[in-house]
């Protein structure tokens, strides 16, 4: 679908030279001088590769829409991971890559969205959180639970976080699983 390159947002998917691109940064831009633009900044969603383009405000561009669907993970057999349609029950079979640095936080059953261009996968979005034990910590020093400070441990899948004071091993935390950050204890 064409669309003016004054309606660009940030999160479209845009198709420019046979590629796709995620728009991450917009700026409506009027000069003293000239016409106005549109300064774009995109990442290439299979490549990563980054993009600054600037639009003319009658210029038009593709705007693409991804199927979002969501799959169970299933099982990972060295660097494939293999995943079943939730409303198919089809299998398949997607690079490791594919998940990123938040591979660590997947685990069998997990459901998971995957965006598809023409039946193609293009990125898995994990959940948002994810909750796991605190498997070693170190021990709580006396009179520094009311002090904002935190300590290292390290979670059951061996990823280390800053965890407050107050946490000890054994805890179930909520965990963040785009910046790996520590959200709260678990309910």
Known sequence: MKI???????????EI??????????????????????????????GGQKLNERFRSADTVEKVFLEERVFQFLYKDGEDLYFMDQG?????????DLVGDSLVFLSDGMLVNI?????DPISVSLPATVILEIVESEPV???????????PA??????????PQHIDTGTM??????????VERAK
């Not at 003016?4 to 845009?14: K, P, S, W």
């Not at 390290?154 to 965890?163: D, E, H």
């Open 4 to 14: 003016n390159a004054n309606d660009i947002r940030i999160g479209n998917v845009l």
């Open 17 to 46: 030279n046979s590629k796709l691109w995620i728009v991450t940064r917009t700026q409506h831009v009027q000069p003293g001088k000239g016409g106005a633009f549109m300064q774009t900044e995109m990442k290439e969603l299979r």
């Open 88 to 96: 198919t029950y089809e299998q398949i079979q997607l690079s490791a």
């Open 115 to 119: 965006c598809m261009y023409e039946n």
């Open 141 to 151: 020093v006396k009179g520094q639970t009311a002090a904002s400070s935190y300590k």
């Open 154 to 163: 390290v979670l059951t899948n061996g990823v280390k976080i800053m965890v």
């Open 173 to 182: 935390v909520v965990v963040n699983t785009s910046d790996f950050s520590y």
